[in-house]
Structure formats: C-alpha cells, structure tokens
C-alpha cells in the first residue's frame, strides 16, 4: 500500500504545487502529470480467500479485510490503506475487477494432522479450511485440527460464531483463542494461549508426527 499516492496526498506534500495550480490551472496540471508520470504503479494486492468452493460453489468468494488507517506526516492527517479503504467504500452489488491467482503450496493437507496459528485477519484462510472441513464427508480418514487465534478483544474477535460452531460439533479439534486487550481475561497472544492450556491436553502428538502441516498466518 506504501507504493501508491492520492492527488491529495500530493498536494499535501508539494504546497508549492497547490499555490502554483490556485494561481494559474494549466501550469498546476502540467506540473502534476510530470509528477504523476514519475509515480511508480501500484503492485497488485493479494488477499487469501476466506471461504471454500465446496461450501458456497465456485462462482462465489469472500475475502476478509481489516481497513488500514494510520496518521503521520507534519499535520498528523489521517491516512487510508490504498485497496483497503477502496474495499470497505464500495457501494453494495458493486462490480470489481478481480485476478484470482491459485496457491498450490497453501492448500489444506488430506488425511493430515494441522495445526493453525493467526492473528487478525490472519485468519482469513483458515475460515476456509474449517469451511471445507465442514462440509467433507463424514467418513473421511481427516487428522485433528487445532487453531489457536490472537486478537486484542472478544468485540474484534473474527468468526467467532462460527468456529466456536466447529469446535461444538467436531470440525476443530481445538479453537483457543488469546486475547491482548480484553480487561475481562488475561493478557496473551497466541504462544500464551497455547501454554497455558492443560499439558495433559496440549498437540504434542501432533507437533511429533512427521507429517503434521502447521501452517500461519498473520494479518
């Protein structure tokens, strides 16, 4: 998101530019196509998908994103996440121009213990390894599945619904949660949150297993 600038943004750095352009319109807009011209282009930005082809079809996605802002400069302003912020003003039923770019190395392992680790929207992926495992045959040979998430507070709290559901009927093996922020329980992150689970019923058996896939992701 660092790659790309707003014509406000622009005029917000070149004072000069804005004076240029109040005095004289012609001179302001050769001067800030010269400037445009020199910007470098925005790389594209990839997010992981959050829901699986055999629970919602294959004509169907969701995406979980955290809208950035920030504020920095001289005058403290408040700055937007370039994709972000185009995401989350977008009118409903709007049409968007996607690229769907498959990642064979990050898919949910067979018949393969896993253990998941995210924080934030980190956990965007996993939401569709639960879907996936959700809806999989029953009598299919799957290993356990744990996910242990990190958030500052149960008001910020992704899913929650929903993979406390998978946990109620089986889907996970475990769903731990840390939270960083919340004044009703103590104070961890996500290796926090898994020490401080019974020993008796940590993964140990899982982390041992030669072909266990452990898998994180952050936000």
Known sequence: MSTGARISNIFDHFPTLSTIHRADKSTGIALLESILLKLPKLRARYYSVSSSPQKVGNNVFSLTV?????RGGYNKRMYLG??????????????????????PSFRLPPETPILMVAGGTGIA????????LAVAEAGDNRGDAWLIV????????????????????????????????????PKRYVDGTYWAFPKSQRCFPILYKTDTFLSQSQS
Do not use: I
């Open 125 to 132: 992926p996993f939401k569709g390894f639960v879907d996936h």
């Open 82 to 103: 370039f994709y972000s912020d185009f995401l989350a003003t977008l009118p409903l039923e709007s049409n968007v121009v996607v690229k769907m770019r498959p990642a």
């Open 66 to 70: 955290g809208r950035v802002t920030w």
């Open 150 to 185: 990190g958030c500052q507070t149960k008001g910020n709290q992704l899913y929650r619904q929903e993979l406390e559901h998978a946990a109620e009927h089986k889907t996970l093996t475990k769903y731990l949660v840390g939270y960083s922020h919340e004044s009703t329980e």
